[in-house]
Structures are given as structure tokens and as C-alpha cells.
């Protein structure tokens, strides 16, 4: 009797611990439930399931947020005067919003949009979820208490040891664009103390090991070979015939190709220019598709026309040697500098915002198959 | 008492006629008079708004937010846009908006009670009756005199490269972010004219500031410095040599608190040649302070660097690597790197670590120039050896 008891006890001390241990023991994506203190937003983009990868350049970190949409919408989400509509939303007007960026769930198709909401000491970080749900077309995000994880982006200058007198390291990285694909998400960032590449390779789901952090180099070759390091504006992970590259859009505008194998931590790159989109130029997005089996790159352009170019003639060509020479061909598919945010939506679509007839900023889907 | 409610000073009600209809049955119409609609500040937060309605239909207190979003709004100017974003919470006969957001300064807030919604959402549908309110309030501007300042704009010498590649303004409080600040910070030749497309203005206008939005970095448009790109070829480099050039902040940018600088602030400066010398450290005169003092380690530098990145690239080390605690300062406009010890001085070899990434002012850091083309000398890319410099620290010989 005694020992039964003995059994019954011990069994259900093992039941209490595993239970204990269940509980503390992390998802397997790491991720917790819990407020998450934001203090700006940036760029984004969707990952793995529901998993929204979210820039927070002020607090020098990328969150992984837990997005459970729920369902998947038919309708198209189309809304002009979007960013009219956001303000109106959020209590304000369309000069007291700036929209960061634009990211499509895989899964509902619901637009996330990344909002500044005032100005100065007012400006919060707001993300919002447009759907086409008509009763409620805008709603805001609240992280409150919202699974997620947290990778800090380490600024910290390696040489600053030895220095005393507490005063705050002024250097700061802003995330351009983030990517994520094969388990990694990919960082492109502008210094404001260096023009240089600060590109950045992170594993997810986010551990506290430096080696799942990589700093890439990267160097690209323009016109007669002169070499140059530079920050990426935007940049999109394209799989060309079984190889991964990165294709990244540059200030003014070239566009050049990595293949990611060749990313190594610590080393230098030197990637080839493939096109020249135009000076005078910034590249507001980039992306990369499939359609009718075959490969397509759009590229969103503050200045010049979105403009389209193939996948297959991009893996191909050579590495730009003369100024003059454009390289792969390219289709100008909008009006100069009309489209302001790029996302890929699905098979046979993409979203964009773009600047209306009024003056202000139209959310719109767009078919492929009329680029 | 927190709660100060404005109710009669920020009301502009304008009550519907409350139309006395004759209804067949009298528990069709509504049992409370028309709602007062009202504001409410908090004076903990001076800031934060509540709509409040007020005294609401004693039916209606069931009703859920879908409902109530639907009765009772607050919009950003006028009533034709879409409402605020917040929650409802009913109290006794008081109906409670708060909204997700507090409001911002100098917009315009309506909130309107739509008392035929209501009627609606109970259902009271042989009721004709309109009633309704709407109150207007107003976060004010800020007042107050402007203090916010420009402490300095680096380079501080008067004399760059033509090929200078950035200036940093920095600020004696946070500033507002997003402010276009490309309107307000401008380059005038010497005839006073603006400079065109000198700046680089990055992806979304993004503008580059340290986290306390006290420094901001202006980078010239690397694509007009870089030798071989388009628009260094169609409009050449942005600053000419032997030439003067003023940088003006205008006091129209807004500090955090939204107030205008207290004064503009104009940097003048003279161009000389290009530099496309990587910066070399056996050219560097380095002091060694004696044994037992805390006194200052001093590195002079044949030319200015980059004013940010000396301050932060440069550590001392022991003998044994280990980082040696102190305050390090640029001075002598960005010429001198002085180092001053927290504790004193021990006899023995130290050594200055350099991050090879450290830049002059025109970008070219220890590794390479900031462009390379053919048969430049540069130094090879990969090379991720700090540069160290050893100094000896002695006791004072006795006289």
C-alpha cells in the first residue's frame, strides 16, 4: 500500500515536473507571448507560417511578431486614399502619418503597413492591418501581448572598450529591407556613420549564439571597374535554376547580383552589376516572381517607372564594364516614380501603393500578366 | 481629483432638435434627454482624450463596441473620414470612448453621438426621432520660447576635401524626425545660390539620426564623388575646389517638443583638393604619458577625421589586451585623439587598437580609398588586421 502510494506520488512529482518543464520549455520557434516595447517601425516581411519579421531601428532590433490571421479573404483589398484612410484611423491626417513599409500574410493576404503616427516626441510606431473587410477596413496591431522574439542588430562598434564616461554610442544602423528564406533572414541596413555596406545574415528562429549572426561585405563593380562599397537600398532573394542569389538595388540605381553561397562571415564580395536602372535615382522596392514558368524581377523606383526585368537574362549576364552600356533589358511598367511600395501578393498578382489622380496614395492589386 | 472634465469650455455642442414625436408606444422612444457630448483631458496625462457621452439611453448599456462604434464616433476633422480607432465603456448613464491614440497637435477632433444609430441598434424603429450631439476640441500648438539650438556642424575646420563625404548637425535637444529636413538644411556657393542635388536622400526620405535625435548625418551624394558613375560624369563633384561654400540650417526645423530652432545656424567652409590618401598611422605623433598620473595620451593626426567615428574606432590596451578604462575626445577640430585614464598610469607596454574602418573626411578608412579604380593603390580588402600602435609608459626620470 505504502509503496503503491510511493508510486502514485512519484509518478505524479515526474507528471508535475514535465508538466513545469512543458511550460517553461520555449516553443520551438522560440518565440513568448508578452508586450513588446517598440519604438519605431521599419521594413518588414512575412517568413515561415504566421511570422512577420518587423525592423525597430530606434531600439536596434528586428522582432518576430506572430501574426494569426485567421482564413484566407477573397475579396481583393484595394483602398484609395489609403494613407487618408490610415490617419483618419489612428486619429489624425495624412500629413502627421509616414508609411515605412508594406508586407502581404501568405497566408489571409491581409496588408500589413508599418506607420509612423506623429511627429517629434509624439511619433509612435504603429503596425496596421488593412483587409477588405468593409465594417473594418483598417485595425491596428497590438502588441500588448503578442508572441514574438527579439534579435538585436549589434551596432556596438567593436572598438569602443576602454572607453568610459557612459555616453550613448550615437552610431546607428537603418534597416532598409529584410528577406527571409532557407531558415535565414537577410538584413540590408544604411549607417549614418559610413557609406558602406552593412548587410546582415541572421538564423531563425533567433538564439543568443554571435555565430548565428553573419556580417557580409559586399563590394560591387561599376562601369570600368572601379570598386565600390555602398549600402543597399532594397534587395530580393531570387532562386535562378536551383541558385540562391541576392539581387540588390543600389543608390542611383544599379542592380547587382550575389550568388548567397558566396556570403561568408568576415569575407569580402564582390558581386556583379547587371543593370543600370538610372541616375538620380532610388529604388523604393524589389521583387522577385514566377509567372507561366517564367522568372521575373519588378523593381519600384522613386524617380524613374517601376521597371521589369528577367530572372533567366539577369543569371546570365556578364558584369557591367562601360558606362554607357545599360544591360539586361528592361520594360517600364507606371508612370515615373508612381509606385511607392511593392509587394508580392500571390501567383497571379502583386500590391502596390501607389500616388492617386488626388494627390494622395491608392492601395491597388495589380495582375502580372498586364506588366 | 486626476480627471478635469472640459465638458462646457471645449464643447461646441451642437444638439439636434430633439424632436418630440408622437409615438404609439412610448417605450419606443428614448428615455434620456439628448446626450451632452464632451471631452476630457487627464491632468496626470495632459494629453490623453476621452470622448464622453452622456446621459445614454438606460437600453443601451448592453450593447457591445461594434454596436457603439457605430452610435458614437471621434474623427480627425470633420466627420466624413473614417472614426478613430479606441474602446467604449459604458459607467452608470456615461458612455466612455478612449481612443487608441492620443490626439495630435493642431488637429481638429469631432465627436458625434447619432442618435437615430442608436435607435437603430435598439431596434426602436417606429421612432422618427433625430437626435444627436457633436463637440469639437482642439490639442493646442505647443507654446513656449524656442531653446533648441545647433551646437556644431562637423567637419568644425573651414577647410575639407572636395571630396568631403559627410557633415553631422548636431543638436542641444531631440529633434523631430521626418521633418524634410531636406527643405530646411540647404548648401549656398558664393553667390549664394543653393547648390542642386548635393545631398544624398535616401529610399523614403529616410533621414539619418543617432537614437536620441540629437545628431543628424547629411551624406554628399556619394554617386556624384564616386569616379566612373553617371552622375559624377553628367554634374561632377558637389563642391568645387578653391571655392567657399556655406551650409545653412534654417530655424524652421522643429525640435521634439514641435518648436523652431531658436536660431538657424550657417557653416562656412573652403574646398581644397581631392584626398584619396588612405589614412596611415606610422604617420600619427603619439604622446606617452608618464608613469603613476592620469595624464592625457595624446595621438596628433597629420589630417582631420571623420569626427564620429574617432571618437568610437580608437581603444587603448594593456600588455595583456585587456581594455584599459578612460575617456577618450576628439579635439582640435577632429586633428587630436586625447585619452584620459580613469586610473593612473602603470609602468609597461600598452597599445592603441585602430578599427582599419576609421575614415578621413573623405571616406577613405586604413583598408581602402572610398572608390578603387584600376591601378589605385589599395590595400587588399579582405584584410581584417587592426591597425595597433605601441606606446611605452615609464616612470619619471629624476632630474
Redesign the interface.
Known amino acids: 500500500m505504502k509503496r503503491t502510494r510511493a508510486i502514485a506520488v512519484a509518478a505524479s512529482t515526474l507528471a508535475l515536473v514535465a508538466a513545469v518543464a512543458a511550460w517553461n520549455r520555449p516553443p520551438s520557434n522560440g518565440m513568448i507571448s508578452g508586450p513588446v516595447d517598440a519604438k519605431s517601425f521599419g521594413a518588414m516581411t512575412f517568413g515561415p507560417g504566421n511570422v512577420l519579421f518587423l525592423a525597430d531601428n530606434?531600439a536596434?532590433a528586428v522582432y518576430a511578431l506572430e501574426i494569426a490571421d485567421a482564413g484566407k479573404s477573397s475579396a481583393k483589398v484595394e483602398m484609395a486614399g489609403i494613407d487618408?484612410?490610415i490617419?483618419?484611423?489612428?486619429?489624425?491626417?495624412a500629413d502627421?502619418i509616414?508609411i515605412?513599409d508594406m508586407a502581404v500574410h501568405p497566408m489571409s493576404h491581409n496588408i500589413y503597413v508599418t506607420v509612423?503616427?506623429?511627429?517629434?516626441?509624439?511619433?509612435?510606431p504603429?503596425l496596421v492591418r488593412v483587409t477588405s473587410d468593409a465594417?473594418q477596413?483598417?485595425?491596428?496591431v497590438s502588441l500588448d501581448n503578442i508572441k514574438h522574439s527579439i534579435t538585436k542588430i549589434d551596432n556596438a562598434?567593436?572598438?569602443?572598450?576602454?572607453?568610459?564616461?557612459g555616453a550613448?554610442?550615437?552610431?546607428?544602423s537603418?534597416i532598409?529591407d529584410l528577406a527571409f528564406v532557407d531558415g535565414n533572414l537577410w538584413i540590408a541596413g544604411?549607417?549614418?556613420?559610413?557609406?558602406?555596406s552593412a548587410f546582415r545574415r541572421v538564423a531563425f528562429p533567433f538564439t543568443s549564439a554571435k555565430e548565428a549572426t553573419t556580417t557580409l561585405?559586399i563590394?560591387h563593380v561599376?562601369?570600368?571597374?572601379?570598386?565600390?562599397q555602398?549600402p543597399v537600398?532594397?534587395f530580393a532573394p531570387t532562386k535562378i535554376n536551383g541558385t540562391l542569389y541576392m539581387l540588390a538595388a543600389y543608390?542611383?540605381t544599379p542592380i547587382v547580383a550575389f550568388a548567397a553561397s558566396d556570403l561568408k562571415n568576415?569575407?569580402?564580395v564582390t558581386g556583379r552589376t547587371v543593370a543600370?536602372l538610372?541616375?538620380?535615382n532610388?529604388?523604393?522596392d524589389i521583387i522577385s516572381y514566377t509567372l507561366n514558368g517564367k522568372g521575373y524581377v519588378l523593381v519600384a523606383n522613386?524617380t524613374h517607372p517601376m521597371m521589369k526585368l528577367s530572372s533567366d537574362e539577369i543569371a546570365g549576364a556578364p558584369a557591367l564594364t562601360t558606362?554607357d552600356v545599360v544591360g539586361v533589358a528592361r520594360t517600364n511598367v507606371s508612370a515615373p516614380g508612381a509606385v511607392?511600395q511593392l509587394a508580392d501578393l500571390d501567383e497571379q498578382n502583386v500590391v502596390v501603393i501607389q500616388k492617386g489622380a488626388s494627390g494622395g496614395f491608392d492601395l491597388k492589386t495589380i495582375a502580372k500578366s498586364s506588366f | 481629483m486626476i480627471r478635469d472634465t472640459a465638458r462646457v469650455a471645449l464643447t461646441w455642442a451642437t444638439r439636434a432638435t430633439f424632436l418630440s414625436v408622437v409615438a404609439s408606444c412610448t417605450d419606443q422612444r428614448p428615455d434620456s434627454p439628448n446626450p451632452t457630448v464632451s471631452f476630457q483631458t487627464d491632468s496626470a496625462r495632459p494629453h490623453f482624450g476621452a470622448a464622453l457621452a452622456t446621459p445614454v439611453d438606460s437600453r443601451a448599456r448592453g450593447l457591445d463596441s461594434a454596436d457603439w462604434a457605430k452610435v458614437f464616433t471621434v474623427h480627425a476633422g470633420d466627420t466624413a473620414g473614417l472614426p478613430m480607432l479606441g474602446r467604449y465603456v459604458v459607467a452608470n448613464d456615461t458612455l466612455r470612448f478612449e481612443p487608441v491614440y492620443p490626439p495630435i497637435r493642431g488637429t481638429r477632433y469631432t465627436a458625434r453621438f447619432d442618435g437615430a444609430a442608436l435607435n437603430r441598434a435598439l431596434h426602436l424603429s417606429a421612432v422618427a426621432a433625430t437626435y444627436g450631439s457633436n463637440a469639437i476640441w482642439m490639442r493646442e500648438f505647443p507654446s513656449g520660447t524656442p531653446t533648441t539650438f545647433v551646437t556644431a556642424v562637423y567637419p568644425t575646420i573651414d577647410s575639407v576635401p572636395m571630396n568631403l563625404l559627410r557633415m553631422y548637425i548636431q543638436f542641444s535637444a531631440p529633434m523631430t524626425v521626418g521633418d524634410s529636413a531636406e527643405n530646411h538644411v540647404r548648401l549656398l556657393d558664393e553667390k549664394g545660390n543653393v547648390v542642386d542635388k548635393a545631398f544624398l536622400v535616401a529610399a523614403g526620405g529616410q533621414e539619418l539620426w543617432d537614437g536620441d535625435h540629437t545628431r543628424m548625418t547629411i551624406f554628399f551624394d556619394p554617386g556624384r564623388i564616386k569616379r566612373d558613375l553617371k552622375p559624377h560624369e553628367a554634374l561632377g563633384l558637389p563642391l568645387r575646389a578653391g571655392h567657399w561654400y556655406k551650409l545653412v540650417v534654417d530655424s524652421t526645423l522643429h525640435d521634439a517638443r514641435g518648436l523652431a530652432l531658436a536660431r538657424g545656424y550657417v557653416k562656412q567652409f573652403r574646398v581644397g583638393p581631392i584626398d584619396r590618401t588612405m589614412p596611415m598611422t606610422t604617420t600619427w605623433r603619439v604622446s606617452s604619458p608618464t608613469a603613476s598620473t592620469r595624464d592625457p595620451l595624446t595621438i596628433d593626426l597629420p589630417e582631420p577625421l571623420d569626427h564620429a567615428l574617432l571618437s568610437r574606432m580608437l581603444k587603448v590596451l594593456d600588455g595583456k589586451n585587456a581594455p584599459v578604462g578612460g575617456h577618450a575626445a576628439p579635439s582640435e577640430h577632429d586633428r587630436r585623439w586625447t585619452f584620459v585614464p580613469a586610473e593612473p598610469w602603470r609602468t609597461g607596454n600598452y597599445f592603441i587598437d585602430v578599427d582599419p574602418e576609421l575614415e578621413d573626411l573623405a571616406g577613405n578608412n586604413l583598408r581602402r580609398p572610398f572608390d578603387v579604380m584600376p591601378g589605385d593603390s589599395v590595400a587588399d580588402k579582405n584584410q581584417s588586421q587592426r591597425a595597433r600602435i605601441p606606446f611605452t609608459i615609464t616612470s619619471r626620470v629624476p632630474k
Not at chain 1, 490617419?87 to 491626417?93: I, K, S, Y
Not at chain 1, 544604411?190 to 558602406?196: A, I, K, R, V
Request: a positive charge; glycine letters at 12%.
Open positions: 530606434d536596434e487618408a484612410k490617419a483618419q484611423a489612428l486619429g489624425t491626417t502627421q509616414a515605412a509612423t503616427r506623429g511627429k517629434g516626441a509624439d511619433a509612435r504603429v465594417a477596413p483598417i485595425s491596428v562598434p567593436a572598438s569602443t572598450g576602454g572607453v568610459g564616461g550613448r554610442d550615437p552610431h546607428r537603418t532598409t544604411l549607417s549614418n556613420e559610413q557609406f558602406s561585405q563590394y561599376s562601369h570600368r571597374r572601379s570598386e565600390t555602398a537600398m532594397t543608390t542611383c568576415g569575407q569580402a543600370e538610372g541616375a538620380g532610388q529604388p523604393a522613386r558606362p511607392v
